[in-house]
């Protein structure tokens, strides 16, 4: 019985063991998360100084992370729910950065389909949003289909299309791209 006694307490200090090395692992993936849509948040809105924050917990025993925004200094912040206190621009792009880590941690990354993503980043931030996209794909090697409205885009592509439709005299009707912009 003592023996058993005694497995049983090493398989239990073994098992904290393994809980505190995943919560550490965890939490340092999660710091560089935070680190990461920050350092987008800035390029996009050098101006704002916005911050990603992210707080580890658990529901229904399992990991669970809820994620904030946070704007200020260390004399005035706000802090609040991304979809609830700093509008779309903000979050969009917090999702998109969190969606593109995704793809790279799973290795699934021949190209990024972004189809009005980045709609609600108002005009003033249009030009900042176009660089990050061009670096972002030349620093992961990613190609970036970027669907939009916005004609302030189309500086900062490398190859842009417009689509158009066409009907003929007979009343077919067609879908088409036009290059408006890079090589043949």
Known sequence: MEVLSLRIDKVTKVGELLRALMDKLVLDQVKTIEG?????????FPDLALAFEAEVGTKYNKISIDFFLKQGTDDVTVRG???ESFGGGPTSVSSLILRLLALLRLKRFPFLLLDETLAAVSEEYVDEAGQFLRKLAASTGI????????????EHAAHAFQGFEDTDDDGTWSLGLRRIRGHR
């Open 81 to 83: 729910s991304p979809m």
């Open 143 to 154: 190609d970036i289909l970027f669907v939009t409205h916005k004609a302030a885009f189309l």
């Open 36 to 44: 990461i849509v920050t350092e987008g948040l800035h390029a996009i």
